[in-house]
């Protein structure tokens, strides 16, 4: 190996950029986030508001929702979760690959909402680690694009090298669960 | 209209009563003539649909619940009303009407769900709202608003996740609407605002 320059050399190759792993995955990453449209109730008619061409949720890059856990990274909690249903919710976000986010849509779905009742769950972070809230009765199309904007920030500050290289299996810590003790 | 069928229904059955009511015809009947008297409800009165199937809980008096039915008749426009007292305050049951409304079937599971009353000759009394291994009916009059703290349905989420089917938060609840002035003034708000969540109910 005559060539003992190993440094980047502009002259041989051209049109790179030099950065870091952690901000080149966490800009793929950010840009292509696939929701899972967890739609339980009312907030799910804003939600398809916010995909439909008004509020056109694909001016930031997450527009291909996806009805199977195991095609998307980014569950949305839209809706009233009862306890019956709690199961189901969690289920499919274990389905989800890593890695994985969520968002709590509304009040139900952050914190049982106007359903103090004996069947709702009260929040959704009870059951999974949920990474933004919006607040709402539903929210607004736009409550939610802010979400998900807010979503984008924080996937952004990741450190997705050191998150690649430890062990998944162990489930993230929960929020809220066993709160109430 | 509505006073000639129950001047006929009452000459024809002797077992019915005419019960107080405030809007449609209300009929009084024991449980044991309720599948007699529905048949010939359906068949010879014209009351061919089943609109609804619920139940009332008396709390402290005897007969405890009571059984009630709306018919109506899609052919004179009539509704009618029927309110059967189960005789057994513990383990109150009635006669199923699912093989003569179709429509009974899901009414009955739910106000077998919700009220606990069992519906003999039911072909699949389970519980239609609530899980399978819910211990409570909700809407018994002794069932506190909040609801009581069991186990979440599923055992393994209930072990990942460690929660549990709690007394919802009341924070000085039930909230109420005052119903009257402009929007902005009539939010839903607790009566009772002395106490929250993280502060304790004032001991009276």
Redesign the interface.
Known sequence: MHNKNVAYDSKVEGEIIVTQADAVINWIRKHSVWPMPMGLACCAIELMAAGASRFDISRFGMEVMRFSPRQADCMIVAGTVT??M??VV??IYDQMAEPKWVVAMGACAST?G?????????GVD???PVDVYVSGCPPRPEALLDAMIKLQDKIGRESAVKNLTTKTTT?RE?VG??R?S | MAESDLAQLTERFDFISERKSSDHPALNCPAGMLVDFCRALRDDFGYDMLVDVTAIDWDVQSPRFTGIYHFLSTTKHLYLRIAVDCTDDLKPSLPSLTELYAAANWHERETFDLMGIHYEGHPNLTRI???DSYPYH?LRKD?P????EVP???DD?AE????T???????G???VSSGDGPMSQTE?SARDESWTEKKEKPAK
């Open positions: 306890y019956k709690a199961e969690r289920r049982g106007m359903y103090r009742s004996y069947a709702t769950l009260q009870r059951i999974v489930p929960l669960a066993g109430e | 709202l609530m899980w909700p069932f608003l909040a609801g009581i979440l349905p599923a989420v990942v996740t460690k929660a089917v709690i007394p919802a938060p009341m924070m609840g039930p909230f839903p």
